[in-house]
């Protein structure tokens, strides 16, 4: 198995944000990311740790780079204005 041990260059970062951009490719990102375990705390398994190591590398990759202050400053902006959950009826 080949790694890719580059970053890729804008071009590709570009390819990889087209893929994922449409309503249909965001849904299917969502269900990646949570499949790879980016969501969850992992605490064992070495299986579960590449897989999730995986899933940040895409979020590195779609985001452009290694996250900067202000990226992550603007991604906490659009956290806090998620709406909270609605709570489920018993």
Same mark, same amino acid.
């Given at each position: 198995?080949?790694?890719?041990?580059?970053?890729?260059?804008?071009?590709?970062?570009?390819?990889?944000?087209?893929?994922?951009?449409?309503?249909a490719g965001m849904q299917v990102l969502s269900h990646m990311l949570y499949d790879l375990g980016?969501? &969850?705390? =992992?605490?064992? *398994?070495? @299986?579960?740790?590449?897989?999730?190591?995986?899933?940040?590398?895409? &979020?590195? =990759?779609?985001? *452009?780079? @290694?996250?900067?202050?202000?990226?992550?400053?603007?991604?906490?902006?659009?956290?806090?204005?998620?709406?909270?959950?609605?709570?489920?009826?018993?």
């Amino acid at each position: 198995m080949r790694r890719l041990d580059l970053f890729p260059n804008n071009d590709l970062i570009s390819l990889y944000r087209q893929v994922f951009s449409s309503g249909a490719g965001m849904q299917v990102l969502s269900h990646m990311l949570y499949d790879l375990g980016v969501f &969850v705390e =992992i605490t064992e *398994g070495a @299986e579960d740790v590449a897989l999730k190591n995986y899933g940040t590398r895409l &979020v590195n =990759i779609l985001a *452009g780079g @290694e996250p900067s202050q202000d990226s992550i400053e603007q991604f906490t902006k659009r956290l806090m204005k998620q709406p909270l959950p609605k709570p489920v009826e018993d």
